[in-house]
Protein backbone atom coordinates (compact mmCIF):
# COMPACT_ATOMS: atom_id res chain seq x y z
CA UNK A 1 0.00 0.00 0.00
CA UNK A 2 1.60 3.66 -0.82
CA UNK A 3 0.15 6.90 -0.22
CA UNK A 4 1.18 10.18 -1.53
CA UNK A 5 0.33 13.12 0.61
CA UNK A 6 1.14 16.65 -0.13
CA UNK A 7 4.02 18.44 0.99
CA UNK A 8 6.05 21.75 0.62
CA UNK A 9 9.00 22.87 -0.72
CA UNK A 10 10.68 21.18 -4.01
CA UNK A 11 9.04 18.32 -3.73
CA UNK A 12 5.23 19.50 -3.23
CA UNK A 13 2.36 17.31 -4.74
CA UNK A 14 0.76 18.46 -8.10
CA UNK A 15 -2.80 19.39 -7.42
CA UNK A 16 -3.39 20.19 -11.00
CA UNK A 17 -1.38 17.75 -13.25
CA UNK A 18 -1.17 18.32 -17.28
CA UNK A 19 -3.42 15.67 -17.87
CA UNK A 20 -6.59 16.83 -15.82
CA UNK A 21 -7.55 18.88 -18.78
CA UNK A 22 -7.56 15.70 -20.76
CA UNK A 23 -8.90 13.06 -18.93
CA UNK A 24 -11.55 14.75 -16.87
CA UNK A 25 -13.97 16.66 -18.54
CA UNK A 26 -15.88 19.99 -18.18
CA UNK A 27 -19.50 18.87 -17.82
CA UNK A 28 -22.14 21.52 -19.18
CA UNK A 29 -25.30 21.16 -17.16
CA UNK A 30 -28.93 21.26 -19.20
CA UNK A 31 -30.36 23.61 -17.16
CA UNK A 32 -30.37 26.74 -16.40
CA UNK A 33 -29.66 28.91 -14.03
CA UNK A 34 -32.48 30.79 -11.99
CA UNK A 35 -32.82 34.58 -14.00
CA UNK A 36 -34.61 37.57 -12.23
CA UNK A 37 -36.50 39.68 -14.01
CA UNK A 38 -38.17 42.90 -12.45
CA UNK A 39 -42.04 42.94 -12.08
CA UNK A 40 -44.14 43.69 -14.64
CA UNK A 41 -47.38 45.10 -14.62
CA UNK A 42 -48.71 46.97 -17.20
CA UNK A 43 -51.33 44.96 -18.37
CA UNK A 44 -52.56 45.17 -14.94
CA UNK A 45 -52.58 49.56 -14.86
CA UNK A 46 -53.84 49.72 -18.12
CA UNK A 47 -56.55 48.78 -20.79
CA UNK A 48 -56.18 47.50 -24.45
CA UNK A 49 -59.66 48.68 -25.70
CA UNK A 50 -58.19 50.28 -29.14
CA UNK A 51 -55.56 47.93 -29.54
CA UNK A 52 -57.72 46.14 -32.57
CA UNK A 53 -58.03 49.04 -34.26
CA UNK A 54 -54.09 49.66 -34.49
CA UNK A 55 -53.03 48.00 -37.19
CA UNK A 56 -49.29 49.56 -37.77
CA UNK A 57 -47.13 51.87 -36.36
CA UNK A 58 -47.99 55.31 -37.03
CA UNK A 59 -51.24 54.52 -37.17
CA UNK A 60 -54.15 57.04 -35.12
CA UNK A 61 -56.86 56.58 -33.48
CA UNK A 62 -59.20 59.14 -32.97
CA UNK A 63 -61.59 58.11 -29.96
CA UNK A 64 -64.47 60.60 -29.25
CA UNK A 65 -65.45 61.93 -26.19
CA UNK A 66 -68.66 63.19 -24.85
CA UNK A 67 -69.72 66.73 -24.95
CA UNK A 68 -70.90 68.66 -21.75
CA UNK A 69 -74.76 69.71 -22.00
CA UNK A 70 -75.58 72.87 -20.35
CA UNK A 71 -78.88 72.69 -17.60
CA UNK A 72 -80.78 75.53 -17.38
CA UNK A 73 -83.43 76.79 -15.60
CA UNK A 74 -86.97 76.85 -17.05
CA UNK A 75 -89.78 79.00 -16.81
CA UNK A 76 -92.90 77.98 -17.94
CA UNK A 77 -93.90 79.72 -21.14
CA UNK A 78 -90.41 80.47 -22.33
CA UNK A 79 -88.86 79.61 -25.76
CA UNK A 80 -86.19 77.06 -25.21
CA UNK A 81 -82.66 77.64 -26.07
CA UNK A 82 -81.08 75.01 -28.22
CA UNK A 83 -77.56 74.33 -28.39
CA UNK A 84 -74.94 72.96 -31.08
CA UNK A 85 -72.54 70.18 -28.40
CA UNK A 86 -68.94 70.43 -30.04
CA UNK A 87 -67.24 67.93 -31.34
CA UNK A 88 -64.26 66.71 -28.81
CA UNK A 89 -61.96 63.59 -29.30
CA UNK A 90 -58.71 62.31 -28.35
CA UNK A 91 -56.04 61.01 -30.67
CA UNK A 92 -54.18 57.74 -29.65
CA UNK A 93 -51.10 57.51 -31.80
CA UNK A 94 -48.69 54.56 -32.28
CA UNK A 95 -45.30 56.08 -32.97
CA UNK A 96 -42.64 54.33 -31.11
CA UNK A 97 -41.36 50.86 -32.16
CA UNK A 98 -39.00 48.49 -30.20
CA UNK A 99 -36.90 45.37 -31.42
CA UNK A 100 -34.78 42.57 -30.69
CA UNK A 101 -32.62 40.24 -33.12
CA UNK A 102 -30.98 37.10 -32.47
CA UNK A 103 -28.51 35.40 -34.55
CA UNK A 104 -28.42 31.35 -34.39
CA UNK A 105 -25.80 29.30 -36.65
CA UNK A 106 -27.72 26.39 -37.85
CA UNK A 107 -24.82 24.00 -37.04
CA UNK A 108 -24.45 25.06 -33.70
CA UNK A 109 -28.26 25.21 -32.87
CA UNK A 110 -28.34 21.31 -33.79
CA UNK A 111 -25.30 21.12 -32.15
CA UNK A 112 -26.22 22.37 -28.89
CA UNK A 113 -27.81 20.49 -25.56
CA UNK A 114 -30.86 22.72 -25.43
CA UNK A 115 -33.17 25.02 -27.48
CA UNK A 116 -31.01 28.35 -28.31
CA UNK A 117 -33.32 29.93 -30.28
CA UNK A 118 -36.65 29.16 -27.32
CA UNK A 119 -33.72 29.93 -24.85
CA UNK A 120 -32.91 33.31 -26.19
CA UNK A 121 -36.36 34.49 -27.27
CA UNK A 122 -38.01 33.99 -24.00
CA UNK A 123 -35.44 36.43 -22.78
CA UNK A 124 -35.59 38.79 -25.19
CA UNK A 125 -39.69 38.73 -24.36
CA UNK A 126 -39.46 39.44 -20.41
CA UNK A 127 -37.15 42.14 -21.42
CA UNK A 128 -38.79 43.83 -24.00
CA UNK A 129 -42.04 43.61 -21.38
CA UNK A 130 -39.48 45.67 -19.14
CA UNK A 131 -37.94 48.33 -21.63
CA UNK A 132 -41.39 49.09 -22.67
CA UNK A 133 -42.91 49.07 -18.93
CA UNK A 134 -40.02 51.78 -18.31
CA UNK A 135 -40.89 53.79 -21.08
CA UNK A 136 -44.08 54.28 -20.78
CA UNK A 137 -43.92 55.06 -16.89
CA UNK A 138 -41.55 57.54 -17.51
CA UNK A 139 -43.70 59.51 -20.45
CA UNK A 140 -46.48 58.86 -18.28
CA UNK A 141 -45.28 59.76 -14.75
CA UNK A 142 -42.58 62.17 -15.51
CA UNK A 143 -42.91 63.31 -19.19
CA UNK A 144 -46.48 64.19 -19.22
CA UNK A 145 -47.22 63.59 -15.73
CA UNK A 146 -50.53 64.47 -13.35
CA UNK A 147 -53.04 66.98 -14.28
CA UNK A 148 -51.96 70.07 -12.79
CA UNK A 149 -54.46 69.91 -9.74
CA UNK A 150 -53.22 66.35 -8.77
CA UNK A 151 -49.66 67.21 -7.76
CA UNK A 152 -48.04 69.49 -5.51
CA UNK A 153 -48.70 70.96 -2.24
CA UNK A 154 -52.10 72.34 -2.86
CA UNK A 155 -53.33 69.24 -4.69
CA UNK A 156 -57.44 68.63 -4.89
CA UNK A 157 -59.74 70.26 -7.58
CA UNK A 158 -62.17 71.19 -5.12
CA UNK A 159 -60.02 71.52 -1.95
CA UNK A 160 -56.65 72.81 -3.02
CA UNK A 161 -55.58 71.10 0.67
CA UNK A 162 -53.21 68.42 -0.03
CA UNK A 163 -49.53 68.18 -0.15
CA UNK A 164 -48.32 65.64 -2.35
CA UNK A 165 -45.33 66.39 -2.92
CA UNK A 166 -42.69 67.17 -5.74
CA UNK A 167 -39.52 66.30 -7.17
CA UNK A 168 -37.40 69.49 -5.27
CA UNK A 169 -39.58 69.55 -2.24
CA UNK A 170 -40.51 65.79 -1.40
CA UNK A 171 -43.25 64.68 1.40
CA UNK A 172 -41.84 62.94 4.62
CA UNK A 173 -42.40 59.22 3.82
CA UNK A 174 -39.88 57.77 6.93
CA UNK A 175 -42.44 56.21 8.49
CA UNK A 176 -45.27 53.71 7.77
CA UNK A 177 -48.43 56.21 9.28
CA UNK A 178 -46.75 58.87 6.32
CA UNK A 179 -46.86 56.65 3.57
CA UNK A 180 -50.55 55.69 4.69
CA UNK A 181 -51.15 59.11 4.93
CA UNK A 182 -50.29 59.94 1.49
CA UNK A 183 -51.82 57.07 0.28
CA UNK A 184 -55.12 58.41 1.69
CA UNK A 185 -54.05 62.36 0.22
CA UNK A 186 -53.80 60.85 -3.37
CA UNK A 187 -57.58 59.12 -2.49
CA UNK A 188 -59.07 62.28 -1.72
CA UNK A 189 -57.68 64.16 -4.81
CA UNK A 190 -58.98 61.45 -7.25
CA UNK A 191 -62.50 61.80 -5.40
CA UNK A 192 -62.31 65.76 -5.89
CA UNK A 193 -61.62 65.07 -9.51
CA UNK A 194 -65.22 62.56 -9.92
CA UNK A 195 -62.49 59.60 -10.69
CA UNK A 196 -64.64 56.44 -10.53
CA UNK A 197 -63.70 53.72 -7.67
CA UNK A 198 -63.89 50.99 -9.65
CA UNK A 199 -60.42 50.21 -11.68
CA UNK A 200 -58.00 52.74 -9.58
CA UNK A 201 -54.46 51.85 -8.96
CA UNK A 202 -51.33 52.27 -6.95
CA UNK A 203 -48.10 51.76 -7.51
CA UNK A 204 -45.01 51.37 -4.63
CA UNK A 205 -41.71 51.04 -4.19
CA UNK A 206 -40.37 47.84 -2.64
CA UNK A 207 -39.14 50.29 0.19
CA UNK A 208 -42.31 52.27 0.68
CA UNK A 209 -44.55 48.65 0.85
CA UNK A 210 -41.87 47.68 3.61
CA UNK A 211 -43.05 50.73 5.17
CA UNK A 212 -46.61 50.22 4.99
CA UNK A 213 -46.52 46.22 5.95
CA UNK A 214 -45.03 47.68 9.39
CA UNK A 215 -48.20 50.13 10.27
CA UNK A 216 -51.38 47.60 11.92
CA UNK A 217 -52.87 51.12 10.69
CA UNK A 218 -52.73 50.07 7.01
CA UNK A 219 -53.06 45.86 7.61
CA UNK A 220 -56.82 46.76 8.91
CA UNK A 221 -56.91 49.27 5.69
CA UNK A 222 -56.42 46.20 3.21
CA UNK A 223 -59.35 44.01 2.68
CA UNK A 224 -59.45 40.58 3.42
CA UNK A 225 -57.23 39.04 6.06
CA UNK A 226 -53.69 39.43 6.60
CA UNK A 227 -52.60 36.29 4.57
CA UNK A 228 -54.14 38.14 1.37
CA UNK A 229 -51.94 40.88 1.04
CA UNK A 230 -48.92 38.77 0.62
CA UNK A 231 -49.10 38.35 -2.93
CA UNK A 232 -46.99 38.33 -6.03
CA UNK A 233 -46.88 41.87 -8.04
CA UNK A 234 -50.56 43.05 -6.72
CA UNK A 235 -50.38 42.70 -2.93
CA UNK A 236 -54.19 43.77 -2.46
CA UNK A 237 -56.53 46.49 -2.14
CA UNK A 238 -56.01 49.42 0.01
CA UNK A 239 -58.47 52.30 0.10
CA UNK A 240 -60.30 51.16 -3.04
CA UNK A 241 -56.66 50.87 -4.60
CA UNK A 242 -55.54 47.65 -6.40
CA UNK A 243 -51.74 48.16 -5.14
CA UNK A 244 -48.71 46.82 -6.86
CA UNK A 245 -45.30 46.81 -6.00
CA UNK A 246 -42.89 47.88 -8.26
CA UNK A 247 -38.59 48.60 -9.23
CA UNK A 248 -39.42 50.24 -12.44
CA UNK A 249 -40.69 53.09 -11.24
CA UNK A 250 -39.54 56.76 -12.12
CA UNK A 251 -36.84 58.14 -9.45
CA UNK A 252 -36.46 61.82 -9.41
CA UNK A 253 -33.60 64.16 -7.54
CA UNK A 254 -35.45 63.38 -4.45
CA UNK A 255 -35.86 59.92 -4.52
CA UNK A 256 -38.76 57.52 -5.09
CA UNK A 257 -42.66 58.58 -5.96
CA UNK A 258 -46.20 56.71 -5.52
CA UNK A 259 -48.20 56.79 -8.75
CA UNK A 260 -51.77 56.31 -8.33
CA UNK A 261 -54.53 56.29 -11.40
CA UNK A 262 -57.03 54.50 -12.92
CA UNK A 263 -56.72 51.82 -15.63
CA UNK A 264 -59.71 53.11 -18.11
CA UNK A 265 -57.80 56.44 -18.58
CA UNK A 266 -54.45 54.60 -19.94
CA UNK A 267 -54.54 52.67 -22.62
CA UNK A 268 -51.95 51.25 -24.98
CA UNK A 269 -51.52 49.02 -28.27
CA UNK A 270 -49.40 46.43 -28.74
CA UNK A 271 -48.12 45.02 -32.22
Known amino acids: MAAVYPVTGA ?7 SYSGAFIPTLWSGKLLAKFYQNTMLSEVTNTDYEGELKNQGDTVRIRLAPNIS ?4 VVGQNLTYEVPLPSF ?14 VNDVL ?12 TEDAAKQ ?20 ALN ?5 GAISAAYNLGSDIAPIDQATPENVLKAILRMSTTLDEQNVPEDGRFLILSPYDRHLLMQSSIAQAY ?33 GKALVAGLTPTSSVALR
Open 71 to 74: ISDY
Open 90 to 103: QDMQVNKGKYFGVQ
Open 151 to 155: EGSAA
Open 222 to 254: FSGDNSSTIRTGKIGMLDRFSVYVSNLLPRGEA
Open 128 to 147: LKIAIENEVFFNSFVTEGPA
Open 109 to 120: AYQADMNLMNMF
Open 11 to 17: GAFDTTP
